[in-house]
C-alpha cells in the first residue's frame, strides 16, 4: 500500500485527543462507535451515492446514531437466529454499502467471527473457506441479484448450509433498538478472533487470515507515533476529522476494513459509489465531480482515471485533496494542483516499494 500527503504539515489532519478516561490504543470498536453515537449523534460516518444516479450523483448520509442503532437491530437479529455458540463462525457477502461494517460489528458485539468470503471467488474456493472456517451459516445483501444466485450455488455444494438475507439498511435504521451491550475491556477481547479476511487463492485454494482486536485497534495507536517537526506521518493521521474521504475499493477487503477502522477511530467520513455500480474509473470521477474530497484511497487504475486521463478537468476539485492511498500496485500520478491554497504545479509524485519521490516545480 502506498499513501502519499502533499507535504505539507499545516494542512495535515490534528489528531484530537480523547479524554484521561480513554486508553490510546486499547479501545473496542464497538465501543468506539457506542460513545460517538452519545456524543456527537449526527457526525456522518459515511456517505453512500444513491443508485440508478449515476452519473449525477445524489448521495445518502450514515450519521454515527443511525449506524450505533442499526449495530444494535443486527445484533438482536443475529441472536435470535444463531445457535447458542457464541463462538459458532458466520460469513457475510453483500452489496456494497455499510452493512458490512454493521455485520463486522454486530458479530463482534454477539461473540460469532466473521468470514468476509469475495462474491467474486469461484463457488468452489468459497466452499473451501466456510469448510475450513467451520462455518454452515451464510449471510447475504442483494437478494435477486447475481450475489443470491451465488450464495444459493454455495448451498447446493454444502449439504446443511443455513442462509439469511440480512434486513435491508433501512429498516436497520429505522427500527429503534434498545442498546446491545458490548462490555469486555481490552485485555479481555484484545485477542479475541472477530474477523476472517482470506488470500488471493493464486497459489491454490484461498487461506482464511484471522484478524482480532488487537489488530483492529492498531489504527487507534498510529496517533502515539512521534513524528519529528516539520514532518508528516503517512498513516491512518493523515485522515482529517470529519473530513471526505472516498473508498475506491471493495469493502469485503483488507482496505475496507481499515478504512472502517479510520472512519471509527479518527471520527473520517467515508464515500462511497453506488451499490448497483462497483468501484470503477468512472464512478470515482463522478463522486470527485459531486464532491470536493479530502482524501482517496483506491486501486492504481482508479488514481490513473482521476489524475491521469481526467485530471485536467478535474484539477479543481483538488484543492481540498491531502492524502492519496492506492492499494495493491505502483502508484504514479502528474496532477495540477494538491491541497488548499498550494500554487504547485504538474507536480510529479511516483511511489515504489513504499519509498517516495517527489518532485517539486521550481
Known amino acids: 500500500m502506498s499513501c502519499l500527503s502533499n507535504g505539507d504539515p499545516e494542512l495535515g489532519a490534528v489528531y484530537h ?30 456517505i453512500i451515492a444513491d443508485p440508478g444516479t449515476m452519473p449525477n450523483l445524489t448521495f445518502t448520509s450514515l450519521s454515527s446514531s443511525q449506524m ?25 457477502m453483500g452489496v456494497q454499502d455499510y452493512r458490512y461494517w454493521i455485520m463486522a460489528l454486530a458479530a463482534i458485539k454477539t461473540g460469532h467471527p466473521l468470514l468476509l468470503a469475495s462474491p467474486r471467488n469461484a463457488i468452489v474456493n468459497n466452499v473451501s473457506l466456510l469448510n475450513t472456517t467451520n462455518c454452515d451459516v451464510v449471510f447475504y445483501s442483494g437478494g435477486g441479484s447475481p450475489l ?65 482486536n488487537a489488530f483492529l485497534a492498531r489504527v487507534d495507536c498510529d496517533s502515539l ?31 475496507g ?15 462511497l459509489g453506488p451499490i448497483d ?3 470503477s474509473a468512472d464512478v470515482a470521477c463522478a463522486i470527485v465531480r459531486s464532491i470536493k474530497l479530502n482524501a482517496i484511497s483506491a486501486v492504481p487504475f482508479i488514481h490513473d482515471a482521476i489524475f491521469g486521463a481526467n485530471g485536467e478537468e478535474l484539477k479543481d476539485r483538488f484543492t481540498d485533496l491531502h ?8 502508484l504514479f500520478l502528474i496532477y495540477p494542483t494538491v491541497g488548499s491554497g498550494t500554487k504547485h504545479t504538474n507536480r510529479t509524485i511516483k511511489s515504489s516499494n513504499g519509498e517516495v519521490v517527489r518532485r517539486k516545480p521550481p
Open 17 to 46: 485527543r480523547p479524554s484521561k478516561d480513554i486508553i490510546q490504543g486499547k479501545q473496542l470498536l464497538p465501543q468506539v462507535l457506542d460513545r460517538m453515537a452519545a456524543e456527537d449523534p449526527h457526525h456522518p460516518i459515511g
Open 68 to 92: 450505533a442503532n442499526a449495530v444494535n437491530f443486527t445484533s438482536q437479529w443475529l441472536s435470535q437466529l444463531l445457535d447458542k455458540d457464541p463462538y459458532e463462525t458466520i460469513t457475510f
Open 148 to 212: 443470491e444466485a451465488l450464495v444459493k450455488g454455495i448451498q447446493n455444494t454444502i449439504s446443511g448450509l443455513r442462509i439469511h438475507e440480512i434486513p435491508s439498511l433501512e429498516q436497520m435504521i429505522a427500527v429503534e433498538s434498545d442498546h446491545y451491550p458490548y462490555n469486555k475491556t481490552f485485555d479481555e477481547a484484545k485477542d479475541d478472533t472477530v474477523l476472517f479476511l482470506h488470500t488471493s487463492g493464486s497459489t491454490g485454494n484461498p487461506k482464511p487470515i484471522q484478524i482480532n
Open 225 to 255: 507515533v512521534p513524528v519529528p517537526p516539520g514532518k508528516v506521518l503517512a498513516a491512518s493521521n493523515l485522515a482529517k476529522k470529519k473530513g471526505l474521504s472516498y473508498l475506491g475499493a471493495p469493502l469485503f477487503h483488507i482496505s
Open 257 to 271: 476494513l481499515c478504512t472502517m477502522c479510520v472512519a471509527l477511530y479518527r471520527m473520517n467520513t467515508t464515500v
Open 277 to 279: 455500480h462497483p468501484p
Open 323 to 330: 492524502c492519496v492511498t492506492s492499494f495493491g500496485g505502483e
